[in-house]
């Protein structure tokens, strides 16, 4: 169990696609370090839900995501089904942390993963559940959040995007004032 550096942006391993993980690969020790690194990160950014082996190095397919007080580990994640319906959201990344990407995302999915024993999992996912699930699943394939920008204007510092909802909560509360 330890905890590791995060790849950055640039790093040409967030390009590779991750190879699938045999029911003999030993996974126990990559899903501590996964679960450790999310928790150092959670400690020293303020935010963190998920995380993909390859962030820390590791071209396996490996989600370790934390989401409403449970835990999920993830082995060779697939989609089985996509809703129609899509969500608008600004996302982030442990691999670029200080940028916002104003994307697009299926509101609802189902994934069919194994878990940690090797069984055959299914989750339903929607809203939050669901766009994290894709983001880390993106990550398997070697797609950022970066390539599903909508436009050139779909980009912002998270300082810069905390400073707006500042302003912006305190421009609602003097109307309601007002």
Not at 16 to 41: G, K, M, N, W, Y
């Amino acid at each position: 169990m330890a905890v590791h550096a995060i790849l950055q942006l640039g790093n040409p391993k967030l390009r590779a696609v991750s190879e699938p993980v045999s029911a003999a690969d030993a996974t126990q020790s990559i899903f501590d370090d996964l679960r450790d690194t999310l928790h150092e990160f959670r400690r020293t950014h303020g935010f963190g839900r998920g995380i993909s082996a390859v962030q820390i190095g590791e071209l396996k397919r490996l989600i370790y995501i934390e989401f409403e007080g449970r835990a999920y580990r993830l082995r060779n994640p697939e989609f089985e089904w996509r809703s129609e319906e899509k969500i608008r959201l600004w996302d982030d990344c442990f691999s670029f942390p200080h940028l916002l990407v104003w994307l697009e995302r299926w509101e609802r999915v189902r994934v069919r993963y194994e878990d940690e024993e090797g069984v055959v999992q299914t989750l339903d996912a929607h809203g939050a559940l669901s766009e994290l699930l894709q983001h880390e699943m993106d990550h398997l394939d070697g797609v950022l959040a970066v390539d599903r920008a909508l436009g050139p204007n779909a980009f912002s510092t998270r300082e810069e995007y905390e400073r707006q909802r500042r302003e912006e909560a305190l421009s609602n509360q003097q109307s309601a004032v007002s």
